[in-house]
């Protein structure tokens, strides 16, 4: 089923239908992905039409909760872009460090591994007890699989390539190799191919639903990792998004989009300075 197979006019009955009924607003995703991921969504349920998903959906034979999980793309990885993750360590890290208690939001975390990415950094420099991690995402059922924080490393055969290159980076002294032990932080089970996180990262983190498009958040952050989430979301969902972003940062606090993500084009960037690392955004007050 190719994507010229939902038209425009199926798109905008199906956002009123999950809007109007279901408290769940894509109305200003990006048109292209969207509709990229519902046919994806309509091949998996062997569907030939958006109407016809649109009679399950009010027949009470498809859980809206479950179509917006199949809707939102969860890709993730365990140091996702290893040279961010060194960047941290020489960067950011050192300024968080000087702080008595740290607070970080992951928006759009997907199934945890850059929460638990993180948790592991913060371990290494010593700082995870003064830490309190939140980590939300829209999607329940790959909230579910962040909580269980059990990864199957033969599927994803880069996630340990990526901790030592990351592990292995001393910001003391960039000339010595630094080299940790898996065990640290993970139980693994090579007969499965599967790795567990150990509870003690956990201790500091909570996990929670939270839809970036419709409800606040009244904490402040002094870091927020919002990677690889906004470029589903059209300019004006961007800034709004961004704006939110900024009303939860302390002065100073710092933003970390995705790789290929900039503010450049956004009306909020005059809020923000672009400082210390590529994708990393201080909040300006004033
Ligand atoms: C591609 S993943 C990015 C995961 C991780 N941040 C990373 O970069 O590796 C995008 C995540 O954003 C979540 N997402 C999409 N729309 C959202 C929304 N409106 N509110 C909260 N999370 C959302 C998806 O469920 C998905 O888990």
Redesign the pocket.
């Known amino acids: 089923m190719g994507s010229t197979m939902v038209t425009k006019e199926e798109i905008a009955r199906l956002i009123d239908e999950l809007k109007n009924n279901h408290q769940f607003?894509?109305s200003n995703?990006a048109e292209q992905s969207f509709s990229r991921r519902i046919d994806y969504v309509l091949t998996s349920y062997g569907l030939d039409s958006v109407d016809a998903l649109l009679d399950r959906l009010r027949r009470g034979r498809l859980v809206p909760e479950k179509l917006v999980?199949d809707i939102?793309?969860?890709?993730?990885?365990l140091f996702?872009d290893p040279e961010v993750w060194i960047n941290l360590k020489r960067n950011i890290l050192p300024i968080l460090k000087k702080k008595d208690a740290i607070g970080i939001w992951?928006?759009?975390?997907?199934?945890g591994?850059?929460v638990y990415s993180m948790l592991i950094l913060l371990a290494e420099a010593g700082m995870l007890d003064k830490t309190r991690m939140f980590a939300?995402?829209?999607?329940t059922e790959?909230l579910e699989k962040a909580r269980a924080a059990r990864y199957n490393y033969r599927l994803h055969n880069s996630y340990f390539d990526n901790f030592d290159k990351v592990m292995k980076f001393n910001p003391l002294n960039e000339l010595e190799e630094i080299k940790v032990d898996y065990a640290k932080y993970f139980d693994l089970n090579s007969g499965e191919s599967y790795f567990q996180v150990k509870q003690f990262l956990k201790n500091n983190l909570i996990l929670r639903q939270?839809?970036?498009?419709?409800n606040n958040i009244f904490y402040k952050f002094d870091l927020i990792?919002?990677?690889?989430?906004i470029?589903?979301?059209n300019t004006e969902l961007q800034n709004r998004?961004i704006q939110s972003f900024w009303d939860s940062m302390f002065t100073n606090g710092m933003l970390l989009l995705?790789s290929h993500e900039s503010l450049a084009y956004l009306p909020i960037a005059s809020k923000f300075e672009n400082k210390m690392m590529r994708g990393c955004y201080l909040r300006k007050d004033g």
């Open positions: 607003d894509f995703y999980n939102t793309v969860n890709t993730t990885e996702r992951h928006a759009g975390c997907s199934s591994e850059e939300t995402d829209i999607n790959i939270h839809n970036l498009l419709s990792f919002c990677r690889n989430v470029i589903y979301f998004v995705g």
